[in-house]
């Protein structure tokens, strides 16, 4: 902290900060690219974490730094519709949130703050949306505002789709409403969380492949495509009234009887959409069994669940890499119970459920098998790690 303190003085001079606030990333455990069709997911936060040093200003100018030269400082003044940096600043994270905040609950005061993530960028662990929650604390802190958390949660995950992806709820609920040694079963519209513990044998080891998948970059566009053809798939059913009365929404097509969902998946002509529609309602289907595999603490059954939805992620979804089966192979033949991309897919991370005994030899396979022979950043720590389900976001008066 005191490192960062100094930091903090050295770009912004005297005073000191004011507030610390932190969010953590999330790991995805299952029920992945459904957030955005309405079906309930299950993701855990990380112990690693966007932290936020920030002193009021008593204008309306917000300037932020970064630790990371990456990402070189931004000014700008807050508005009630805020112009965006061009596509892919990091910046527009912040005038995400900002904007959101002083529309919502404004007028907001600006302020100075110094940004510190230990969350790698563009691994699927949702560095960008901490960010942006973390931000959103930010702006109501320095104006002495509160709002309630799920409500916030909400706002800021449409909030964020400033920055040019059409993301869903799930990153949001989960960094600002997480608890300790509990995944949350978050269900949608109107945003609810169900705390589920973590069994304590159980271990979920993170894996980045090294492949970035940057969600304001080149992953935008192919997101936003799997969205369109997921609601373009249920649009087929919706407008099928005579065939299909009463179904409006996917929630609608999983409460069906089994089989009328087979009849529903079969009734699309359009192969890639079909797949598409058959990935989401099956991977909605997978969530409610996983999380009665959790509450029985059955490892085995939790773990399956993981592998079909990789699978399916892989071949339904079309979201998956080289990379990422992989991996997912190195860490099952090395005795995880089950294994999954986590996050939207196109590189980023894999999770791998195992128990206390088998979690050092999935890490140690992955580290002979995946990284040996690639070259890896200084910072493995952040990239291959065990988790610990953590705690949510939180607000520091300094
Ligand atoms: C990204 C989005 C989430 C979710 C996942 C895929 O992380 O931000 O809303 O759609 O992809 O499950």
Redesign the pocket.
């Known amino acids: 902290m005191s490192d960062l303190a100094n930091r903090f003085a050295t770009q912004f001079g005297p005073p000191g900060p004011a507030y610390l606030i932190s969010a953590p990333g999330?790991v995805?455990l299952i029920?992945?690219?459904?957030?955005?069709a309405g079906l309930p997911?299950l993701p855990v936060a990380v112990q690693r974490q966007v932290r936020v040093l920030v002193r009021p200003r008593a204008d309306r100018t917000v300037r932020v730094a970064n630790c990371d030269p990456a990402f070189p400082p931004r000014t700008f003044a807050i508005t009630n519709d805020i112009d965006p940096f061009p596509v892919g600043d990091w910046g527009n994270y912040i005038k995400a949130a900002v904007q959101h905040v002083e529309q919502r609950y404004g007028p907001i005061g600006g302020f100075d703050a110094l940004v510190d993530s230990a969350l790698p960028v563009a691994a699927?662990l949702?560095s960008?949306?901490a960010l942006v929650i973390a931000t959103g604390l930010t702006a109501l802190a320095v104006s002495r505002r509160d709002a309630p958390a799920l409500e916030l949660a909400e706002g800021l995950?449409l909030a964020?789709q400033y920055v040019g992806?059409r993301?869903?709820?799930?990153?949001?609920a989960i960094s600002l409403g997480a608890r300790e040694g509990a995944a949350a079963k978050i269900e949608f519209a109107p945003l609810h969380l169900t705390y589920v513990p973590v069994p304590h044998e159980w271990r979920f080891v993170v894996a980045s492949s090294l492949v970035a998948a940057e969600?304001s970059g080149a992953v935008q566009e192919a997101?936003n495509n799997r969205?369109r053809d997921v609601e373009s798939a249920l649009a087929l059913l919706v407008g099928d009234v005579v065939r299909w009365p009463g179904i409006e929404s996917y929630r609608d097509v999983v409460s069906l009887p089994a089989v009328e969902i087979d009849a529903a998946i079969s009734s699309i002509a359009d192969e890639t959409l079909r797949r598409r529609f058959r990935h989401v309602v099956r991977e909605g289907a997978r969530v409610l069994a996983a999380e009665q595999a959790m509450r029985r603490s059955d490892l085995e059954a939790f773990g399956e669940l993981m592998c079909a939805s990789h699978v399916s992620l892989r071949d339904d979804f079309e979201?998956s890499r080289a990379e990422l089966n992989e991996m997912v192979d190195i860490a099952m033949e090395a005795g995880a119970a089950g294994a999954r991309l986590?996050?939207?897919?196109f590189g980023g991370c894999i999770v791998a459920l195992s128990d206390r005994g088998t979690a050092p030899d999935v890490v140690t396979a992955l580290r002979k098998r995946y990284y040996a022979s690639r070259s890896v950043p200084d910072d493995l720590d952040n990239l291959l790690f065990v988790t610990e389900p953590s705690g949510g976001a939180s607000v520091s008066a300094l």
């Open positions: 999330r995805n029920g992945e690219h459904i957030d955005y997911v699927g949702s960008s949306s995950a964020e992806t993301g869903g709820g799930m990153d949001q969600k997101y969205r979201v986590t996050g939207a897919g």
